[in-house]
C-alpha cells in the first residue's frame, strides 16, 4: 500500500526538476558554449632563449663563442674530431659519439686550442680503439686524446657526464689549477693518464696505463692504474678508491679521507700526508697505508713490507703479513700492530698509549716510552714488550722462545711473562710482576715492591738495590 | 845531481797523478744485479755508457719501465713500453743525507745503562707503593692458565749483593735485544765500519745504517760509478721514508756503488738484498748509443704537475 503512493509523488518530483533545470540554465548563462580557436604561442623557443648550433660532420672547428650540439654520431679516419678555438663555448654531444680509426693515434677527439675561458662540454662519447691487451701493452687505432689541449692552458672548463675509451695517451687532460672541473664522466682503456683536472667528482678511470685520475680535489672517485703511476693521486682525496694492478701506488693525496688504496705490485697502498678513516693494502714490499703526519682510524696491510707508516697514529692498526713491521709511529694511540713473520709488531719511536703489538719471532711491542700497552711475541728471543719506560704495561713471550717477556728500562706497574726466558726484565723495577716457567721470573737492578715467580727457574734476581720486597 | 833531486821531488807528483787517472777513467760497460725483498726477484742491467746509464729490469715479461740518467746533469728519462711513451724528468735535488722529520719532544730518556735503557743514577728509596694493578689484557693475551702460575706465596728472601760476607755480585747481564730509536732531527748518516773485502775484484768497504730495529750493511765501492737506485716512475710521496728508501740517496751522494746491499732486523732475519752479480767492463758500440734514447715511436708525455 505504501508502496503504491510513493510512486506517483516522484513521477512528480522528477518532472518539476526537469522544467526548472531549463529554466535555471537560461538566467546564469555565461556566454557561448563553442570552443574557443587554436591558442596563440606563450612561450620562447629554444633558438629564442639560447641560439644553439647544429654539428653534423667531422672534423669541425668552434672559433666563436656560443652553444653547440652534435646532431649525430661523428667519425674522423685521422687527427682532431673537433677543435675549439674561442672562449664561452658549449659543446652539447647530445648523447652522440666522436670516434676514430687513426692506425697511429695521433689526434684529439676535442681538442681545446688556445688559451680561452668558459668552454663546458657535456653528455657524450669520445671512441677509440685503443685497449689494454695480454703483457700489460696498450695498442690499437683510435685517438691519443679524448678530451685535451694543446700548448696553451684553457681556464674555467667544465666536462660532464662524458665517457671516453680507447685513447693511446690521455682520456680526459685539462690543467689542474686554471678552475677546471670534470663531473660524472667515465673513462677506460688509456694508454697513459685517464683524468686530470682541478676538481674531480663521481667518475671513474678505469685500465690507464699511468696515473688514473690526478687532480687537486677529488671527491667520490675511482681509478685504476695498470702500469707504475698512481690509481688516484690528488691533494684532497673525499671518499675515493685507488687501484694499482701494476707496480705503482694505489691512492695518494695530501689529505685522504675516507679513502681506500690498493697495490697489488710492490708499491704502496695508501700514502697521504694525513689520512682519516683510510685503509690500504699492499700485496708485494710496500706499505700498507703511509702517513707523513697523521693517520687517524686507518687500516694498513702488506704482504712484505710494513703495514701501517705514520708519525702520528691514533686508532690505527696495521697488518704485516710476512717480515715487515706491523704498525711503525713516530708516536702511536690506541693502536694494534701484527706481524707474522720477523717484523715487529708495533713500533712507536717514541710513545704508545694503550697500544697492542704482536709479532711472530720479532718484538711485540717496541716503544721509547708504553703507557698501558701489551705485546706478544710468540717465538724467538726478542721480547714481547720492549721499551725505555713501561708504565701498566704487559708482555708475553710464548712458544718455545727464550726472549723476554717484557723489558724496560724502567718499569711501573708492569707485568711480563715468559715460558723459557726471562718473565720481566728491568733496570728499575716498580710494583711489577714477572713469572717464567723455566727462566727467571723478574730479574732488575733496583727492585720496589716488585716479584717473582718461575716454576723451575729463579724466582727474582736484584742485583744493587731493593725495597719493600718480600 | 839537480835533475835527480827534482826527479824524486817530482815522484810523489807523478803517483799522485797516476792514481788519479786510474780513478778518473769513467767506468763503462755493463752490471747485472739481483734485488729480492720477501718473494719478490728482479734482476736488474746496468749499461754504463760515458755520459748516459741505463737501468732496467731484465728476466721479465712484464713491459716495465727503463731509466735513462744523463751522468753529467743527473736529469731523467723514463720509458714506458706499456704506452710507448717517455718523459723527461729534471735532475732530482734530493739532500745528501736523510733526516728524521721533527717530532714533539720525547720524555727524558734514560742513559748509561746497557743498551741505552734505565736510569742513570740510582733513585731514591721510594715509598710503599699499592699492591701492583696489572694492565688490562687484551683478548687472547696474557699468561696460560695451564703455563703460567698464579702469584706464589711469599718467596725466599733472594741474596742481596754486595752485602758484606757474600760473594760481589755478578754484573746485570745485558738487556735483551731493544731497537735503538731514532731521535727527531736525527741524520742518517752512512758510517764506515772499516771492515772491507773485495767483491768481483773491485775494493768494497763496508758502511752500516740503523733505523728503527733495522741494519742496512752495504758493501760498495769508489771503483765504479755513482749509484742510481732504479725507479719506476716519477719519484714522489707524502708519507714517511724508511730505511730502504733513503740508502740509494746516500750512496749517491758519496759517489759509491753497491755490491752488497743486505737490510736485516737486530735479530737477524734478513728481508731485503742487493747483489750484483757480474760486472763486465767493454766500450759500448755505436750500436749501443740508441739504448740511451727513447726508441722510435713512442711520444713524449708531460711530467705530473706535483
Known sequence: ?470 | MHFAHNFQRSLPILGCVAALASTAVAFEGRIQAVMTQGNDTRTLLYTVGTDSLRVEMTATNWPNPVDIVDRNSGALTLLFPNNRSFVHLKPATEPATATVPEAPNMPMTPAGLPLGIGPRSAPGAPSMPAMPNMPALPFGVGPQQQVTPAMPPRPVMPNLPGTPGTPAAPAMPAMPAMPMMPMPGDKLVLQATGKTVDILGYACQQYELKQRGEILEIWATEELLPFKPYVQNQPHRFGPQRLDDQWPALLTSRKLFPLRVSLRHDHGAERFRFDVQSVTPQKLTADDAKLFQPPTGYFEIQPLPF
Not at chain 1, 671516453?164 to 689542474?176: E, P, Q, T
Not at chain 1, 685522504?256 to 683510510?278: E, F, K, S, V
Not at chain 1, 702517513?291 to 704485516?320: D, E, F, I, K, V
Request: proline letters at 3%; one cysteine or more; hydrophobic letters at 30%.
Open chain 1, 1 to 470: 500500500m505504501k508502496t503504491q503512493l510513493t510512486r506517483p509523488i516522484a513521477a512528480l518530483a522528477l518532472l518539476a526538476l526537469s522544467i526548472l533545470d531549463s529554466q535555471l540554465s537560461s538566467v546564469f548563462a555565461q556566454g557561448s558554449l563553442a570552443p574557443p580557436g587554436a591558442p596563440a604561442a606563450s612561450m620562447k623557443s629554444l633558438d629564442q632563449i639560447e641560439p644553439r648550433t647544429p654539428i653534423s660532420s667531422a672534423p669541425c672547428t668552434i672559433s666563436a663563442p656560443g652553444s653547440y650540439y652534435l646532431t649525430a654520431n661523428l667519425h674522423v679516419n685521422g687527427g682532431d674530431a673537433i677543435d675549439i678555438t674561442a672562449s664561452g663555448v658549449t659543446l652539447d654531444l647530445n648523447g652522440f659519439t666522436l670516434s676514430s680509426s687513426e692506425a697511429t693515434p695521433a689526434g684529439t677527439g676535442i681538442n681545446l686550442a688556445g688559451a680561452n675561458t668558459d668552454i663546458t662540454i657535456l653528455n657524450g662519447h669520445i671512441q677509440g680503439g685503443v685497449t689494454y691487451g695480454i703483457g700489460g701493452v696498450y695498442g690499437g687505432a683510435g685517438f691519443r686524446n679524448g678530451i685535451g689541449f694543446s700548448y696553451t692552458i684553457p681556464a674555467n672548463v667544465r666536462v660532464s657526464g662524458v665517457s671516453v675509451s680507447g685513447c693511446a695517451a690521455y682520456g680526459i687532460k685539462l690543467n689542474i689549477s686554471n678552475s677546471t672541473v670534470v663531473d660524472s664522466c667515465t673513462v677506460q682503456n688509456i694508454g697513459v693518464w685517464g683524468i686530470q683536472a682541478g676538481s674531480i667528482s663521481h667518475s671513474v678511470a678505469e685500465l690507464c696505463g699511468d696515473t688514473a685520475i690526478f687532480a687537486a680535489t677529488a671527491d667520490s672517485c675511482y681509478g685504476n692504474c695498470t702500469g707504475s703511476g698512481w690509481g688516484l693521486y690528488s691533494g684532497t682525496a673525499n671518499n675515493c678508491s685507488g687501484l694499482n694492478t701494476g707496480s705503482g701506488t694505489g691512492l695518494s693525496a695530501n689529505n685522504a679521507n675516507n679513502c681506500y688504496g690498493q697495490a697489488n705490485g710492490n708499491g704502496d697502498g695508501l700514502d697521504a700526508l694525513t689520512a682519516n678513516n683510510c685503509q690500504g693494502s699492499s700485496g708485494g714490499s710496500g706499505t700498507g697505508v703511509r702517513a707523513g703526519a697523521t693517520a687517524t682510524g686507518c687500516y694498513g696491510h702488506s704482504g712484505t713490507g710494513a703495514g701501517l707508516s705514520a708519525m702520528t697514529a691514533n686508532n690505527c692498526q696495521g697488518q704485516a703479513d710476512s717480515d715487515g713491521d706491523g704498525l711503525d709511529a713516530t708516536t702511536a694511540s690506541n693502536c694494534q700492530g701484527h706481524s707474522n713473520g720477523h717484523g715487529n709488531g708495533l713500533n712507536a719511536d717514541q710513545t704508545a698509549t694503550g697500544c697492542y703489538g704482536y709479532t711472530g719471532t720479532g718484538i711485540g711491542l717496541s716503544a721509547g716510552c708504553a703507557n698501558g700497552c701489551s705485546g706478544q711475541s710468540d717465538s724467538g728471543d726478542n721480547a714481547g714488550l720492549s721499551c725505555n719506560i713501561a708504565i701498566n704495561c704487559y708482555g708475553t713471550m710464548n712458544g718455545t722462545g727464550s726472549g723476554t717477556g717484557l723489558s724496560a728500562g724502567a718499569a711501573n706497574n708492569c707485568q711480563g711473562t715468559s715460558n723459557n726466558g726471562t718473565g720481566l726484565w728491568a733496570s728499575t723495577a716498580s710494583s711489577c710482576f714477572g713469572s717464567s716457567v723455566n727462566g727467571t721470573g723478574l730479574t732488575s737492578n733496583y727492585g720496589n715492591f716488585s716479584f717473582g715467580f718461575s716454576l723451575t727457574g729463579t724466582p727474582v734476581i736484584i742485583y744493587y738495590t731493593q725495597y719493600n720486597m718480600p
